[in-house]
């Protein structure tokens, strides 16, 4: 099948060959998250099918837009993972994502949640003129899955995976950062509640309230 093109000397356009097909974003969405194996991105991506996952991962590795990785042993297994040039695609998707969210409202029966989802939501809300105070290492855990935050000047990095002596660690449930995403709960109330709690630096949590546009509760 031949690809389609607007056929215009534009960036924008050539940016759009590639990325507006079907699903395209949506894998360099989950690669921003740290490498992934086939099956993972399967899983992640419920509904794009074998075919088409093969298909677009073809077209973005023949972009050097994603590559291949061998994760060392024991894992040992073949993993895609953004180039630099797919790198340069995390302020355009946090850009969209931050634009998206207003837009998202209560999920709708049959949409997918998942944690991955909601962990990207939390990048796109980052605030990157925010104080340098929050600066730092967080872990997030979200219904027992671990993800390492990283904020350093300005900058909001969401990986997968544990924090090495983090600040703080933030555990929390998919049901309340979908309320606060969606501004039906408050941050506030879910640290009343206990839905959301926070280990560590008291402070921590004015700072990353602040960071993320969020009410911070008045005893900070």
């Given at each position: 099948m031949t690809k389609r093109s607007y056929d215009e000397y534009c960036g924008l356009a050539v940016a759009l060959d590639l990325l507006g097909e079907r699903w395209t974003m949506l894998i360099v969405r989950e690669l921003l998250m740290g490498p992934k194996r086939f099956t993972d991105l399967l899983t992640g991506l419920p509904g794009i099918g074998t075919g088409l996952l093969t298909q677009r991962l073809r077209e973005l590795e023949e972009a050097a837009v994603i590559e291949k990785a061998v994760l060392p042993p024991p894992a040992a297994s073949t993993v895609y993972q953004l180039a630099a040039d797919g790198q340069a695609l995390r302020p355009v998707?946090?850009?969209?994502?931050?634009?998206?969210?207003?837009?998202?409202?209560?999920?709708?029966?049959?949409?997918?949640?998942?944690?991955?989802?909601?962990?990207?939501?939390?990048?796109?809300?980052?605030?990157?003129?925010?104080?340098?105070?929050?600066?730092?290492?967080?872990?997030?855990?979200v219904d027992g899955n671990a993800f390492h935050v990283a904020i350093t000047n300005g900058d909001i990095n969401i990986q997968a995976g544990t924090a090495h002596q983090p600040r703080a660690t933030i555990s929390t449930d998919i049901a309340t950062l979908v309320g606060i995403n969606n501004g039906s709960s408050t941050l506030v109330e879910a640290l009343t509640r206990q839905s959301l709690v926070v280990d560590?630096?008291?402070?921590?949590?004015?700072?990353?309230?602040?960071?993320?546009?969020?009410?911070?509760?008045?005893?900070?």
């Amino acid at each position: 099948m031949t690809k389609r093109s607007y056929d215009e000397y534009c960036g924008l356009a050539v940016a759009l060959d590639l990325l507006g097909e079907r699903w395209t974003m949506l894998i360099v969405r989950e690669l921003l998250m740290g490498p992934k194996r086939f099956t993972d991105l399967l899983t992640g991506l419920p509904g794009i099918g074998t075919g088409l996952l093969t298909q677009r991962l073809r077209e973005l590795e023949e972009a050097a837009v994603i590559e291949k990785a061998v994760l060392p042993p024991p894992a040992a297994s073949t993993v895609y993972q953004l180039a630099a040039d797919g790198q340069a695609l995390r302020p355009v998707l946090l850009g969209l994502t931050r634009w998206g969210l207003r837009r998202l409202g209560t999920p709708a029966e049959g949409q997918a949640v998942n944690t991955n989802l909601l962990a990207f939501a939390m990048a796109a809300r980052f605030n990157p003129q925010s104080s340098p105070a929050a600066d730092g290492d967080y872990e997030l855990r979200v219904d027992g899955n671990a993800f390492h935050v990283a904020i350093t000047n300005g900058d909001i990095n969401i990986q997968a995976g544990t924090a090495h002596q983090p600040r703080a660690t933030i555990s929390t449930d998919i049901a309340t950062l979908v309320g606060i995403n969606n501004g039906s709960s408050t941050l506030v109330e879910a640290l009343t509640r206990q839905s959301l709690v926070v280990d560590g630096d008291p402070e921590v949590i004015a700072n990353l309230a602040t960071a993320f546009e969020l009410s911070a509760p008045t005893n900070t």
